[in-house]
């Protein structure tokens, strides 16, 4: 079964840009969250999205957002792009159980560099 | 708004176990015990979970003790491509996607 997969892998923007990222789940699996890692503040968790609704939100500011498509492949935006949105970003999916036990796999991330 | 505690790092040699140790002490009846592991700039890989009773596959064993209050991640054979940040996390399933990564622990596996 193919891992969760992420375009692009690299990116390079300049403040003030807009960028899109792609997320393609698991296959079988409807849930798909998107996290933030940069290394002064760790992973932090942004949105997660499950069969076209986002369940879950993190605390970001509104420049961040995504969506889910009925296939459950995601993607995230971030407008306007700030120089302290560099990081990489990586996104996970599951079955999307609530309750019990729901296993996230994650991708191998997208790099953003912003200058 | 992690709820488990982990030292910051450990070293271990090659084909000696690492055992890495999990403060959970906080712990709800209904929160699994999680580990994952991340080697630099890829994506977390999952490792193993558990609630109550201790695991194994084929990657790790997880040893849970009887107070669910804290927990040890065994790599029976410690490999240089072990070294990694490994995160333990509590989770109870209804967090819609949010897990909550600590700082974990850097594992170095020296030859």
């Known amino acids: 079964k193919a891992g969760v997969t992420q375009t692009p892998r690299y990116l390079i923007k300049t403040r003030g840009q807009q960028v899109t990222l792609s997320c393609s789940p698991i296959?079988?699996?409807?849930?798909v969250s998107w996290y933030q890692q940069t290394p002064g503040q760790g992973l932090q968790f942004l949105f997660e999205?499950?069969?076209?609704?986002?369940?879950n939100k993190g605390n970001f500011p509104g420049r961040f957002s995504g969506r889910q498509f009925s296939n459950s492949r995601s993607e995230m935006n971030v407008s306007t792009l700030e120089l302290g949105d560099s990081a990489l970003y990586l996104c996970?999916?599951?079955?999307?159980?609530?309750?019990?036990?729901?296993?996230?796999?994650f991708g191998p991330g997208t790099r953003l560099t912003v200058l | 708004d992690a709820k488990t505690t982990q030292p910051p790092s450990m070293d271990c040699a090659e084909g000696r176990a690492a055992n890495l140790p999990c403060n959970h002490s906080?712990?709800?009846?209904?929160?699994?015990v999680y580990w994952y592991r991340q080697i630099h700039s890829q994506g977390p890989q999952y490792i193993i979970h558990?609630?109550?009773n201790n695991e194994t596959n084929e990657m790790a064993s997880l040893i849970i003790t009887e107070d669910r209050k804290s927990s040890t991640l065994i790599l029976p054979h410690a490999t240089l491509r072990d070294t990694a940040v490994y995160y333990c996390i509590s989770d109870r399933g209804s967090t819609l996607g949010r897990l909550y990564f600590g700082r974990g622990t850097q594992l170095t596996v020296w030859p």
């Open positions: 996970a999916s599951s079955l999307g159980a609530i309750g019990g036990t729901d296993t996230q796999y």
């Open positions: 906080t712990i709800s009846g209904n929160e699994y």
């Open positions: 558990g609630l109550k």
């Open positions: 296959s079988g699996h409807r849930s």
């Open positions: 999205y499950f069969s076209e609704t986002q369940r």
